[in-house]
Nanobody
Framework: QVQLVESGGGLVQPGGSLRLSCAAS????????MGWYHQAPGKQRELVAV???????NYADSVKGRFTISRDNAKNTIFLQMNSLKPDDTAVYYC??????????WGQGTQVTVSS
């Protein structure tokens, strides 16, 4: 069982920045693929960014050049640095953990609202 706790969401003006964090339980964090999805009202959950155990990253086209995913294995935590935020980035952001050969685990979500 993996428990995930997100933090860092909030209200920000267009062009601003936020940094999301996701802390994971368990001793095998370093071998998990980790990532972030977001879900806007009335829309499907979409992948935002992913980072493998080896540090390889991948991003949705809509956030490339603006968002950066990173991980700190010593702290069992991943981060999502979000810059140049746009109103279209408004959504609930969910952290997930994918252990090898097991099902994915999800956090409870954190709201990000980009509005003036």
């Amino acid at each position: 069982q993996v428990q995930l706790v997100e933090s860092g969401g909030g209200l920000v003006q267009p062009g601003g920045s936020l940094r999301l964090s996701c802390a994971a339980s368990g001793s095998d964090f370093s071998i998990y693929t980790m990532g972030w999805y977001h879900q806007a009202p009335g829309k499907q959950r979409e992948l935002v960014a992913v980072i493998t155990s080896g540090g390889t990253t991948n991003y949705a086209d809509s956030v490339k050049g603006r968002f950066t995913i990173s991980r700190d294995n010593a702290k069992n935590t991943i981060f999502l640095q979000m810059n140049s935020l746009k109103p279209d980035d408004t959504a609930v952001y969910y952290c997930y953990a994918q252990p090898p050969l097991l099902r994915a685990y999800w956090g409870q979500g954190t709201q990000v609202t980009v509005s003036s």
